[in-house]
């Protein structure tokens, strides 16, 4: 049982905006894994739900022109099983078998991940990589920006009075030229939450193995009070080959990054984590992105 | 023969197809929900509390205090009553207490149409406390000067052995002496069906309890103890149990459910929520101090423990659990003197009581560390060295002082070996143990355990056998089924006895006090081994009664004839068939004039207790930077004497050892020292590990023939859980070169370790 005070089931995009519109207090509920578990608890936050689960205006995946849109209602389980977001970005499949167990992976959503404004949340370090923006809805209409700068603080997000998410749209990982590789450390291999999340994103001027980096995208989550890229690490690395890059992102990440001491795991500790996950996930980027290379090579030389 | 043949579990099909009933799935009608209000400090008396804003919402019948219920002490431990006072478990529980020991101590109940307002008007109880000194560490709470949580003083007992010659004599003679002082955590059951009771009356006189329970017999009379009423007004009904390890082997809901129906007379159900289940009993946490004293040779000449065992708020199995891991040890390296001395301490933090292993693993972990730092300071390989210590059969157990007749841990190390490939693995790992991120080791233990609980305790069980109409015969056990496989253990017991296909048992899984033979129930590792002399008694009785009413209608002597296969037949001949079990069954019912119903039930006292044995071979990867380690390969190899059905006694090791992982790397409850607030009582802040986690979990058996065990067997509940963490612990430390003293080996806790041992370069 569940202490809601209301609970609204809309047919349509429009009507879930007018109901949260409405009220100050409603809050969209998606795949319901997170609030769900907030209402058990007590919180009275969560006690106005306006259900937009199943909604078919947030449903979906589609491509256009190398644009992966990915509808906000889509589960981690449908994600992985999409031969299109693999293809369009695979970093984010990586971190979407990352998520919780089979059972939430049905029902979770991509969408509610980002909303949720958790600095934990799976798919939020690849979308940062990836460069991810958002499009949403509310009573003021629409826009599109940027998923940087979209996390605020812990569980706040830039999404205004009424609005939903309604798709994620993240331009294809090859147009982007990058290689990318993602982890997830927690304590347990499945239903965990991170104790640290690390995606790179790597392009090399060449396809050595020690090449110049050409682009480096960093981003952690728990790493700080929001999931965050690391401009001075990123900005550190640029020109520099392999090696020595991942010597200079691990200088700079302090600059970048702000973990923090608790019950559940010390700072020092944390930081160890973040710098020996980046250096992995820099090198296992850049690895694949030489290989996805030299395969392109070989594809234009038949 | 159904003995050793892989039955299929008798439940198994109910439970994956939901068709299993369990507690919850049996509530009566117009059922009231109650919800505990907890204290929310962790030591302090309550001066107040305002129940009017509870009382006032819209559904609350009820809500009672410490001030409402019965001034009668009581001990919830699930051990058989004893006749010696001095023996007796103590008795430091109310129904509901005004003197808050624990952060979420029962301080009061709400009793709602439901359960959402029972919690409601729960948290708008508001109370006021005087707050006293938080104890949380139980060196503190031994002090002189600490404030009494109890008002005995905070140390429930202590006392200890010495057996096997003078140890500090053999200290003083041996060659090599180590020692150690070795932690181990405050962990969890996490059993699937959380902790659920409810309670009705049908007359004015007797209360009846429906509960998953490991122990109905002795939940009886702990209610009767606890409401002051005699034990026959209480009926306790155990239907299926998702899983107990030990947390329902100690008495819980069951008193205030009874209340609860008693004073309202109505049906009231409780169900504690995961985080209230995973503060209600927990494993006690120790710190043992060990020494063990050598000869050059390898054989170990005197081991030295001293324990403390911190038993949280209240006493629940206190002293026992501390002091049976001591005793179980004795067995395994009969040769060498042991002294042992505990003390098991009041503290405030959660209740500990009884865990899969009781008290065991805490010692077989020290015990089993101090061998490992033996072989290091010999140079030997630790396989070796426990091959030397191992007892031999007819060795005696300077303990019991009486003689180990099966004794299988030399061929359980021996087999182990070959099996696992130790020295090839040892060999190959050797080589990765320089390399900077990824390092493997190998580690190996041993343990010993018993059969039950004799002569500690009465060891009784009890055994009902009806044939029915159709030939099939319906066996009622005491004993309970808890998800472990026990039911189906017995029906092969009495199949075998009969020479009836195990299909033509019918186990009756509820235990009902009222109509179920007399026995304490699950725990001790003891049902196997106890109730099959009782199956193997009332089977031979059943079988006299068969063949005696076979005689009637066939006019041949009893002993000319045979129950063989389900058929009657002629013992000389045993092609000749008379009739069918099931034609003679009708015969018995429905004759006008000759038969009757035939049952058979036995009670039966074992008085032995036999040791079992086995050991654990791991080999772990270490991700160095990462601070983290995978089991990579497990085997466990038992001495469990016969196995009677090869399928569960697997499933049972397997289970085992994936708890056991747990506990050597994953697994702590966490208490803020200051506050004695458990931080991470939930599945998700505490970590057992999932399937991910765990390795392919290899298990072997060396089968002995134990002679005193109904059908060669002894115990194999408990014993997978207690090698496992030293052997990890042990492969840890041979894959890096880090010794870890203490368990959960979780990265956080080896990151400080390997920093400081300089294998984290770059690291601040």
């Known amino acids: 049982m569940y202490a809601f005070e209301s609970y609204h089931r ?111 949340a799976d798919s939020a370090a690849p979308l940062l990589v990836l460069n991810a923006h958002l499009d949403l809805i509310g009573p003021e209409g629409q826009r599109l920006i940027p998923l940087r700068g979209f996390h605020l603080g812990p569980g706040r997000v830039e999404r205004r009075p009424g609005e939903i998410l309604r798709s994620v749209r993240i331009k294809s990982e090859q147009d982007q030229g990058l290689g990318t590789a993602y982890v997830k450390y927690s304590m347990r291999q499945a239903m965990d939450i991170a104790t640290i999340g690390c995606g790179a994103g790597v392009r090399l001027r060449d396809d050595q193995s020690n090449g110049i980096v050409d682009e480096l995208r960093l981003a952690f989550t728990v790493a700080a009070p929001t999931p965050v890229r690391c401009p001075t690490a990123e900005a550190a690395a640029r020109g520099l080959p392999l090696s020595q890059a991942v010597k200079a992102v691990a200088e700079a990440l302090d600059q970048d990054v702000s973990p923090r001491t608790s019950w559940r795991a010390a700072g020092d500790f944390r930081m160890h984590i973040i710098r020996t996950l980046a250096e992995r996930m820099i090198r296992t980027a850049a690895k694949r992105f030489a290989s996805s290379a030299a395969n392109h090579q070989e594809a234009r030389t038949c | 023969m159904s003995i050793g043949q892989p039955v299929t579990r008798l439940d198994a099909e109910a439970k994956v197809t939901g068709r299993a009933r369990y507690t919850e799935d049996l509530l009566p009608a117009g059922v009231l929900s109650a919800v505990y209000i907890r204290g929310s400090v962790a030591h302090g008396r309550v001066l107040d509390m305002d129940l009017s804003a509870a009382l006032a919402l819209p559904g609350v019948e009820a809500v009672f205090t410490h001030a409402d219920v019965p001034r009668l002490l009581y001990a919830p431990a699930g051990h058989p009553f004893s006749l010696d006072p001095d023996h007796a478990d103590v008795a430091d529980r109310l129904l509901l207490t005004g003197h808050v020991r624990f952060h979420g101590d029962e301080i009061g109940v709400v009793v709602a149409r439901d359960e959402l307002t029972a919690q409601r008007a729960a948290s708008l109880v508001a109370v006021s406390y005087e707050e006293l000194p938080v ?93 002051g009423l005699d034990w026959s007004r209480v009926r306790i009904v155990k239907p299926y149990v998702g899983g107990g390890f030990g947390a329902k082997q100690d008495v819980l809901l069951e008193p205030m459910v009874a209340f609860l129906a008693w004073k309202l007379g109505r049906p009231v159900r409780m169900a504690l929520t995961r985080e209230e289940s995973m503060i209600t009993r927990t494993r006690h946490a120790m710190r043992i101090r060990g020494r063990a004293g050598f000869a050059r040779d390898g054989r170990l000449l005197a081991m030295n423990m001293d324990a403390v065992s911190n038993t949280g708020a209240y006493a629940s199995h206190g002293h026992s659990v501390v002091s049976a891991g001591g005793g179980k040890l004795c067995s395994m390296y009969p040769h060498a003197a042991v002294r042992f001395h505990a003390a098991t301490v009041y503290t405030n933090l959660p209740i500990a009581g009884a865990m899969r292993g009781y008290g065991s693993p805490q010692i077989i972990f020290a015990c089993e560390c101090l061998l490992d730092e033996a072989a290091k300071a010999l140079d030997m390989d630790p396989l070796d060295l426990r091959r030397i210590n191992a007892g031999r059969p007819g060795d005696v157990n300077p303990r019991s002082g009486k003689p180990i007749e099966t004794h299988g841990l030399a061929d359980c190390l021996r087999l182990g070996r070959e099996r696992f490939g130790w020295d090839e693995r040892r060999a190959a790992a050797q080589i990765t143990q320089a390399a900077p991120e990824i390092r493997r080791g190998v580690g190996v233990a041993c343990f010993s355990f018993n059969s039950g609980v004799y002569p500690v305790g009465v060891e009784i069980s009890g055994i009902r056998l009806t044939l029915n109409q159709d030939g099939c015969v319906t066996l009622q056990a005491g004993a309970t089924e808890i998800g472990q496989g026990a039911d189906t253990v017995f029906a092969q017991m009495a199949a075998a006895v009969l020479d009836l296909p195990v299909t033509s048992l019918r186990v009756v899984s509820t235990q009902d006090t009222d109509v179920t033979p007399f026995d304490p129930g699950a725990f001790a590792s003891r049902q196997t081994y106890v109730v099959g002399p009782a199956v193997k008694a009332a089977s031979l009785e059943l079988r006299a009664r068969i063949l005696n009413h076979a005689a009637l209608m066939t006019g041949y002597p009893a002993s000319a004839l045979d129950l063989k296969a389900g058929s009657l037949v002629a013992t000389r001949q045993p092609a000749r068939v008379f009739m069918s079990l099931k034609e003679l069954a009708l015969d018995a019912y429905y004759h006008k004039n000759r038969g009757g119903q035939l049952t058979a039930e036995r009670s039966v006292k074992t008085r032995s207790n036999a040791p079992s044995f086995g050991c654990t071979f791991v080999e772990v990867e270490v991700d160095i930077p990462l601070c983290r380690v995978r089991v990579t390969d497990m085997l466990n190899v038992h001495d469990c004497g016969v196995v009677i059905n090869p399928i569960t006694a697997k499933g049972q090791a397997q289970g085992g050892m994936a708890m056991a992982i747990g506990w050597a790397l994953y697994e702590e409850l966490l208490v803020d020292p200051r506050s004695g607030r458990v931080r991470n009582n939930n599945l998700l802040d505490y970590k057992m590990p999932t399937f991910l986690d765990l390795p392919d979990l290899d298990v072997a058996f060396v089968q002995t023939a134990e002679p005193s065990g109904g059908f060669g067997n002894k115990s194999l509940g408990e014993p997978p859980l207690l090698s496992p963490a030293p052997a990890i612990r042990s492969a840890v430390w041979n894959a890096t070169g880090v010794k870890a003293d203490f368990i959960p080996l979780t990265p956080k806790a080896l990151f400080p370790l390997f920093r400081d041992a300089g294998l984290l370069e770059g690291a601040r």
């Open chain 1, 10 to 120: 809309p047919q349509s995009l429009t009507d879930a905006v007018a109901l949260l519109a409405a009220n100050p207090f409603a809050r969209p509920m998606a795949g319901g894994t997170d609030i769900l578990v907030r209402l058990r608890e007590g919180h009275k936050d969560y006690a106005d739900i306006v259900d937009i689960h199943g909604l078919p205006e947030l449903e979906g995946m589609s491509a256009d022109r190398g644009e992966l849109r990915i509808g906000s209602g889509t589960t981690f389980a449908a994600l992985m099983t999409s031969s299109l977001a693999t293809r369009l970005a695979p970093m984010l499949i990586e971190a979407a078998g990352w998520v919780a167990g089979p059972q939430i992976r049905n029902t979770a959503t991509i969408g509610g991940n980002i909303c949720n404004g958790s600095a934990c």
């Open chain 2, 135 to 227: 104890l949380t560490d139980p060196r503190e709470a031994m002090a002189e000067e600490a404030f009494a949580i109890h008002p005995g003083g905070n140390i429930v007992k202590q006392d200890g052995f010495s057996v096997g010659g003078d140890v500090d004599a053999l200290l003083a003679q041996a060659d090599v002496v180590v020692e150690g002082e070795y932690q181990t955590p405050v962990t969890q059951h996490c059993h699937m069906e959380p902790v659920v009771a409810h309670a009705y009356m049908e007359d004015m006189e007797r209360i009846t309890v429906v509960t998953s329970t490991q122990i109905p017999h002795i939940c009886r009379r702990v209610v009767g103890q606890a409401l």
